[in-house]
């Protein structure tokens, strides 16, 4: 079948978006999706996203990581997909879809996208990292000289060693300053380094919060791909009104035949 996609990035995270409200895409065939996300074989991307109608809400976001597996929320593509859904004229400003972690409120101007992400009750802290679920699963750990070291092999170890087989993304972490922390991460699913994780950034500024790394409720997260913002509200240990705010862009329109 002929499919026609969406090429969206948001700070170098880069997404195959696709107009499923016919739900005409066969979204159990794993390896064509991961066959459109092969950067050599196909499109190329981090992961695919379907956006479907919903009873309630403006849309339905569902996302795929590049495996072809369906995953867990996704930051980065929920600001793309909110730029493609504007770009469809569902709504002017301000919108509120549903994906598999619940409801996410957005706004977008010029080619930022602030997207409100879950609250987020509990973070777990250890001696040498932290742990939080912001939609995904989230490891958190500082060290030194981030240019330099050697995320992919550490990443890989850590996702695997201490996740098993369900995972979890894994992020290293360099502060710049009481507002500002440099970020990499190695993402599941995808199996490698990727230039920026939206879901990633969001447990990063909450954990240095937590360990005291930073007393800022916004919270500057400079990433291979450019550059995201984080705010946040915290009560007792929760924080709420949680926003992932930085630009989406879109890239280029297609087909292809799966």
């Known amino acids: 079948m002929e499919v026609i996609f969406y090429k969206y990035q948001g700070t170098g995270n880069d997404f195959v978006i696709i107009d499923n409200r ?22 190329g991307a981090d992961g695919l996203i379907l956006l479907e109608e919903d009873e309630k809400e403006d849309f339905k976001m569902i996302y795929f990581n590049s ?6 929320m996704c930051g980065n593509g929920g600001r793309c997909i909110v730029a493609f859904a504007h770009k469809l004229g569902i709504f002017e400003s301000k919108t509120t879809f549903t994906a598999i972690d619940g409801l996410h409120h957005a706004s977008i101007k ?13 973070i777990d802290v250890y001696d040498t990292y932290c742990f939080a679920n912001t939609g995904s699963p989230h490891h958190v750990q500082l060290i030194n000289n981030l240019d330099d070291y050697d995320v992919y092999n550490s990443g890989k170890r850590i996702r695997n060693d201490i996740y098993g087989k369900e995972g979890s993304n894994i992020n290293f972490v360099e502060q710049i300053n009481n507002t500002t922390f440099k970020v ?17 950034v969001t447990a990063v500024a909450m954990a240095m919060h ?3 790394k930073t007393d800022n409720t916004t919270v500057n997260l400079p990433v291979k791909g450019g550059e995201l913002q984080v705010t946040f509200n915290e009560n007792n240990g929760t924080y709420s009104n949680v926003f992932l705010i930085g630009p989406a862009t879109f890239v280029f329109k297609g ?3 799966i």
């Open 22 to 43: 016919s739900k005409t895409f066969p979204k159990d065939k794993t390896h064509a999706i991961s066959l459109i996300c092969d950067r050599n074989f196909g499109i």
């Open 67 to 72: 495996d072809g597996n369906e995953s867990t």
């Open 110 to 122: 010029n080619n930022t996208v602030s997207l409100q992400m879950i609250d987020v009750n509990a």
């Open 184 to 200: 990499r991460t190695y993402e599941r699913g995808v199996e490698n380094e990727t230039l920026a994780c939206g879901t990633g």
């Open 210 to 212: 937590k360990i005291k």
């Open 255 to 257: 087909q292809i035949t």
